[in-house]
């Protein structure tokens, strides 16, 4: 089992940035591959950027390319995601997650509770 608990978010102007951060429990959190998604009103929830176990590897929605920047840190058992050039469209509650599937593979386990991020224009 693997617990989940985001922070960072709220509310910025469009330009600005923020960071979300993700703290999970357990002592096997370096095995898990990480990921963010978003969940913007009335849309469905959608993959945003992801990182292995390792932190070799990333992976980024076009949308997203660019500005946003996920990393990790196996030691503190946290993944973070750096938001920069925030946009009104990146305005959404964001999720953390952990999987134990292939890298590329868009299911995953574990959720966080969600943190909203509003960006006003």
């Known amino acids: 089992q693997v617990r989940l608990v985001q922070s960072g978010g709220g509310l910025v102007q469009a330009g600005g940035s923020l960071r979300l951060s993700c703290a999970a429990s357990?002592?096997?959190?370096?095995?898990?591959?990480m990921g963010w998604f978003r969940q913007a009103p009335g849309k469905e929830r959608v993959f945003v950027a992801a990182i292995s176990w390792s932190g070799g590897s990333t992976s980024y929605a076009d949308s997203v390319k660019g500005r946003f920047t996920i990393s990790r840190d196996n030691a503190k058992n946290t993944v973070y995601l750096q938001m920069n050039s925030l946009k009104p469209e990146d305005t959404a509650v964001y999720y953390c997650?952990?999987?134990?599937?292939?890298?590329?593979?868009?299911?995953?386990?574990?959720w966080g509770q969600g943190t909203q991020v509003t960006v006003s224009s």
């Open positions: 357990g002592r096997t959190f370096n095995s898990y591959k």
């Open positions: 997650a952990a999987g134990t599937g292939p890298f590329r593979d868009l299911s995953y386990n574990y």
